[in-house]
């Protein structure tokens, strides 16, 4: 009965899958889809050989440029739209009175921005506005993007004795962007190392690296329990030890394992090679078993060299491992230890 029943149910489901698949395509194809903006910047512009003042009358004396006014295209379209189907005059360009691709350059209220300042300089329009004598759709046009506008403020040195109060009402180095809410703080690592180019994701732009090192040198990650103390930050250090090193130096790590063995140091911990150290322990600072075992008292208490015996003598033609020596041949030189 179980299986009946749960064969009954995929049918269902897969019939359900079939239903909305279906309504979806039915969708598709009754609704008008996005209407792209025809007009041709590069016949106005290029081949016309018409100013960007022409059709924007104010680009060059108020804040904002100004859209071209319908009077002022059917000043040329009262004859050419006389020759084209209804779909192509110029009419359809406008909503009302409003030209219908204003929103197109239409800046958020939040952004300080004078266009005849910028326009009155020597720079060409197409240096923000770029590739605009030849484009045949604005929606096709790359916006002006933030990284733009500072890369041209440093290439002419332009003052920023305002700070970010230059270009924006609110958004400042003490703002925080609507993202910074929440469980923000415990989520916030993954963006941090992205390193992503968007703009809203670039924590450079208020944020100095200090910043991030004097809050996680006070603020442990979440992850930092009793559990990884003791058992869980190994692995973790051996896979990934360059984030370790966002933090810790060197001499943390030292310091702790100096005096505390790791967990799994016991026994015949590392077989007859000693190998085992380079698992962790690399690039070691300084090599020998005495980089770890410091306090070991065998080792303490090394026989000296016979009289006949001097350093720098090849002691390993005669001392073979593993037939004659107590220890693991490390490679030392033997006379560290045997004076």
């Known amino acids: 009965m179980a299986i009946l029943d749960r064969s009954r149910a995929a049918r269902v489901a897969a019939l359900l899958l079939l239903t909305v698949c279906a309504a979806c395509a039915f969708l598709r194809s009754i609704l008008p889809g996005e209407r792209r903006f025809a007009f041709s910047h590069e016949r106005h512009v290029t081949l016309e050989k018409l100013d960007c003042a022409n059709c924007h009358p104010d680009a060059f004396a108020a804040d904002e440029p100004g859209m071209p006014a319908r009077d002022t295209c059917e000043v040329c379209h009262s004859e050419i739209d006389a020759t084209l189907p ?41 240096a923000c506005h770029v590739g605009i004598e030849h484009s045949d759709d604005v929606l096709d046009l790359p916006p002006v993007r933030m990284d733009d506008c500072t890369r041209c403020h440093a290439q002419r040195a332009v003052p920023d004795e305002a700070g970010c109060a230059q270009c924006h009402q609110e958004v400042g180095r003490e703002w925080a962007p609507p993202n910074h809410q929440a469980n923000w703080i415990e989520g916030h690592g993954p963006i941090a190392r992205d390193r992503s180019p968007v703009t809203a994701e670039r924590c450079t732009l208020c944020h100095e690296e200090s910043s991030c090192d004097d809050c ?73 078993c005495s980089a770890c075992h410091q306090a070991t008292p065998s080792h303490q ?32 030189d033997c006379s560290s230890c045997h004076h």
Not at 91 to 108: N, S
Request: with cysteine; charged share 20%.
């Open 301 to 332: 208490s090394a026989p000296n060299m016979p009289p006949d015996h001097f350093p720098g003598m090849n002691c390993r033609k005669c001392h073979q491992h593993p037939a004659t020596l107590p220890h693991v041949d490390n490679g030392d």
């Open 86 to 126: 209804a779909g192509k005059r110029v009419e359809t360009l406008f909503q009302g009175a409003e030209f219908a691709a204003a929103h197109a350059a239409r800046l958020p209220d939040e952004v300080v921005f004078s266009h005849r300042l910028h326009a009155s300089g020597k720079q060409d329009c197409n």
């Open 216 to 288: 996680h040198r006070v603020q442990a990650p979440a992850n930092h329990t009793p559990f990884w103390h003791d058992r869980g930050h190994g692995l973790v250090a051996m896979a990934d030890r360059q984030n370790c090193a966002a933090c810790h130096q060197p001499e943390s790590c030292e310091a702790c394992h100096s005096t505390i063995k790791p967990r799994n140091h016991v026994g015949t911990w590392g077989g007859t090679l000693a190998t085992h150290c380079l698992g962790c322990h690399q690039p070691l600072r300084y090599e020998g």
